[in-house]
């Protein structure tokens, strides 16, 4: 069945916090899970309601060498996570897991009832392809479960890349993630201007390609706020995108990530320039 991309700019994050622990039952030689949900711009979308059903992680022992998956306590939920955006975060797991393991691989099991809303207020329903019918399984960035720690892991959901339409005009939920330890990577975080522009934040290295919409600032109404974390270090290309039809240029600038520290892009804010300029 012929399917093909729409481009629904959308990343989401979901951060796995993980706080290892010894005591009494049920903390002794475990450690503990704790699941939120965070960050999900868009620019032609106003609600994202993901119907999450069930999450189980693969651990495995130091080695890697066998694991087994982990159901965790989770009773299913829909969540608009656009409302969760730079930084924002809800809770969804808090349990016990074996310590001493590490975390492999992450399974997310969608629901029938998730769906996108537009701005014009269209209502367009994602189904479940029967591939994904027992759930999706997202590779990590392996970390290790120690006890008396506290690790998170990130899961870096890329709606650009997960809704599909078919040649019948069907929307199909292919989810395209990344998943890393919150301590991986650097991160980068900037401003742009004007408002008016409605700009879109691309972010590309060598094929990885990321998306942020910026935010108002409640300090400052003439400029928004974008950033990105779990960034491999090297060279990023950064693409200020304008919405079409605002009359301003797109703009793209080159900046250098290290690992375990925040790029801070300069000038503060980045000001897209008119066409007509």
Not at 102 to 124: A, C, M, P
Request: hydrophobic share 40%.
């Amino acid at each position: 069945m012929p399917i093909k991309l729409i481009r629904y700019i959308l990343p989401a994050l979901l951060i796995l916090t993980v706080e290892s622990c010894s005591g009494d039952d049920p903390s002794v030689n475990a450690s503990r899970l704790r699941l939120k949900l965070t960050d999900a711009p868009s620019t032609v979308i106003k609600e994202f309601h993901a119907d999450i059903r069930e999450i189980s992680v693969f651990l495995t022992d130091t080695t890697g060498q066998s694991g087994e998956w982990h159901p965790l306590r989770f009773s299913g939920k829909k969540y608009d996570i656009l409302k969760l955006r730079n930084g924002r975060t809800v809770q969804i797991v808090d349990q016990y897991i074996p310590a001493g393991t590490e975390l492999r691989q992450i399974r997310l099991k969608f629901g029938n009832e998730s769906y996108l809303k537009t701005n014009t207020d269209s209502t367009i329903p994602l189904h479940i392809p029967p591939a994904l019918q027992d759930g999706a399984v997202i590779d990590a960035v392996k970390m290790e479960l120690r006890l008396n720690t506290i690790s998170s892991m990130i899961i870096d959901l890329n709606a650009a890349h997960s809704v599909w339409k078919d040649a019948n005009g069907n929307n199909y939920l292919y989810p395209a993630a990344r998943a890393f330890p919150e301590t991986h990577g650097g991160k980068l975080r900037g401003y742009v201007a004007p408002l008016e522009a409605n700009p879109l934040v691309a972010l590309i290295q060598a094929g990885d390609t990321l998306f942020a919409t910026p935010e108002k600032e409640t300090t400052d109404a003439q400029m928004a706020m974008f950033q990105f974390i779990g960034l491999q270090e090297g060279e990023w290309k950064v693409y200020m995108k304008a919405e079409p039809g605002s009359g301003y240029r797109d703009t793209v600038i080159t900046t250098s990530v290290e690992t375990g520290k925040t790029v801070e892009m300069t000038p503060k804010p980045m000001r897209l320039r008119l066409v007509t300029e």
